[in-house]
């Protein structure tokens, strides 16, 4: 179902230097997106690892009219639930984002302007310690996100975080 041999061929480029880190984030997102299936792929990190308070986006791909922005700094204060649920759970499975427990502080503000209707977030580690996350969107219908759909991101997790080890010497 998904390819998980394009995301390691991306990963060796940025572990072997062919690329930087910029064009690995974009590369990324935008398989990512394409291999969820979903309308948008997203890199966020933890600017305070250990307090995990906010996350900035590094890099967003959108397939609706295939940009890339970054940027964006989500806060706790503003998002609570949110926040709470990425340090319990490292996972937040939100085919109907709108209604989700954890995610539906984010309808007025985010979804809402974006039409999204479908999130799942899932974290990322760098030698066991907490670094960022990847976000999959949906937007104009909800999207049913599969144990399959967990699993792969959680696996492109993994891979991220031992090239992004390795990348740093």
Not at 76 to 92: H, Q, S, V
Not at 96 to 101: G, K, L, N
Not at 107 to 115: D, I, M, S, V
Request: with cysteine; net charge negative; charged share 20%.
């Amino acid at each position: 179902m998904f390819d998980r041999h394009r995301v390691m061929a991306l990963a060796k480029q940025l572990m072997d230097g062919q690329v930087d880190a910029a064009q690995f984030y974009q590369s990324l997102t935008q398989a990512l997106a394409e291999e969820m299936d979903c309308s948008r792929a997203s890199l966020w990190i933890y600017p305070d690892a250990e307090l995990r308070d906010r996350i900035e986006c590094l890099q967003l791909y959108d397939r609706t009219d295939a940009q890339w922005s970054a940027g964006t700094v989500l806060r706790e204060d503003d998002f609570g639930p949110y926040f709470e649920a990425m340090r319990r759970d490292n996972l937040i499975h939100a085919g109907a984002a709108r209604e989700h427990p954890s995610t539906a502080c984010f309808t007025e503000a985010y979804f809402g302007p974006l039409n999204i209707y479908s999130l799942l977030d899932v974290g990322i580690q760098i030698g066991g310690q907490p670094w960022g996350l990847f976000c999959c969107e949906n937007t104009s219908f909800e999207l049913h996100w599969t144990p399959a759909h967990v699993d792969y991101l959680r696996q492109v997790g993994t891979l991220l975080g031992f090239a992004l080890k390795k990348a740093r010497g």
